[in-house]
């Protein structure tokens, strides 16, 4: 069985679960999940999680991404893109004509976003509401009321005008639709704007550059070289500092147990912080987890075992 993350690069046309099924058939495992939904036309980084790194799959949604988007002036739809039905329109060119969308207009809209702001997510989307998925209400003709959610925009760079599109490379928090941050700037320029494509070029330490098409892995599995494409779950935590516990306490790790800040090899290089995260490693080197501290009591808690005892 394979185990750890592999980056696969998502084609416009697959649902994130389609890819996971697809991964299934051609790695011939059943243990695998994806890390956060990603838009059936939209493409790139999607990280999926085989193996005992499943685990990881809910500490990998809440990480910070990164897209390059192109989004429309002129038209608003009900899905908040181009795929979706047109429900307002506006003249552009004749706006842009009399001055009203010059560049500098646009620009200055984009970048106001830049920074925190509440951002109500659009119908067509997978939240949840009494059990139900928003897309299934929309699909049925209903709209709810919908609570707005503060997101993050870190970045909005690249900004590049071919009218009526404009292209940028935005880096925002989780939970951020760029569909609907689209939408917002063009209630903000007062024209309508919609995102026409939408491509994810980072998720967290997942860069595109080391991304593979299904078919790619497909291919790679007949080759048995997939495993090379595969990051470990000890590299995921690579920016956590490292702890190890003395050899006569190392079987209280791999119960997942919790160990005295004393039972640690001494490193004068690691000091404990409380509600820092670490990793953790027995005496002989061998991954165990993450761990955190916690002060008062001066003991290491486990937060996630990816430890599997050898049959």
């Known amino acids: 069985m394979y185990n750890g993350v592999i980056i696969v690069n998502k084609e416009a046309g697959f649902t994130s679960h389609d890819v996971v099924a697809k991964l299934r058939g051609i790695l011939k495992q059943k243990k695998i999940g994806h890390t956060g939904t990603l838009d059936p036309d939209a493409t790139g980084v999607l990280p999926v999680c085989l193996?005992?790194?499943?685990?990881?799959?809910?500490?990998?949604?809440?990480?910070?991404?990164?897209?390059?988007?192109?989004?429309?002036?002129?038209?608003?739809?009900?899905?908040?893109?181009?795929?979706?039905?047109?429900?307002?329109?506006?003249?552009?060119?004749?706006?842009?004509?009399?001055?009203?969308?010059?560049?500098?207009?646009?620009?200055?809209?984009?970048?106001?976003?830049?920074?925190?702001?509440?951002?109500?997510?659009?119908?067509?989307?997978?939240?949840?509401?009494?059990?139900?998925?928003?897309?299934?209400?929309?699909?049925?003709?209903?709209?709810?009321?919908?609570?707005?959610r503060p997101v993050k925009i870190i970045s909005i760079e690249n900004i590049r005008i071919e009218?009526?599109?404009?292209?940028?490379?935005?880096?925002?928090?989780?939970?951020?639709?760029i569909r609907t941050l689209c939408n917002d700037i063009g209630e903000k320029l007062g024209c309508k704007a919609c995102m026409a494509s939408l491509k994810r070029t980072q998720v967290s330490m997942f860069d595109i550059k080391d991304s593979l098409t299904l078919d790619e892995i497909s291919k790679l599995r007949d080759e048995s070289k997939v495993e090379k494409k595969i990051i470990s779950v000890e590299q995921v935590f690579c920016?956590?500092?490292?702890?190890?516990?003395?050899?006569?306490?190392?079987?209280?790790?791999?119960?997942?147990?919790?160990?005295?800040?004393?039972?640690?090899?001494?490193?004068?290089?690691?000091?404990?912080?409380?509600?820092?995260?670490?990793?953790?490693?027995?005496?002989k080197d061998t991954f165990i987890g993450v761990f955190y501290y916690v002060k008062k009591e001066a003991i290491v808690k486990c937060d996630k075992m990816f430890y599997v005892a050898e049959v």
């Open 163 to 177: 009218f009526p599109r404009v292209y940028m490379t935005v880096t925002c928090s989780k939970g951020t639709y």
């Open 51 to 148: 193996g005992c790194a499943t685990k990881l799959c809910d500490m990998l949604t809440d990480k910070d991404k990164t897209y390059e988007a192109v989004m429309l002036l002129g038209q608003a739809t009900d899905t908040q893109d181009t795929s979706g039905k047109i429900i307002s329109e506006t003249n552009v060119s004749e706006l842009r004509a009399i001055g009203e969308l010059d560049d500098d207009k646009i620009i200055n809209a984009v970048e106001s976003f830049i920074g925190d702001y509440n951002q109500i997510p659009p119908m067509y989307s997978a939240l949840k509401v009494n059990g139900k998925k928003l897309y299934e209400l929309a699909r049925e003709g209903i709209e709810i009321e919908r609570e707005a």
């Open 239 to 283: 920016k956590y500092p490292k702890i190890q516990t003395d050899e006569k306490f190392d079987r209280l790790l791999y119960n997942g147990n919790s160990v005295k800040a004393s039972m640690l090899k001494d490193d004068e290089s690691v000091a404990l912080e409380d509600g820092k995260k670490y990793r953790m490693y027995d005496s």
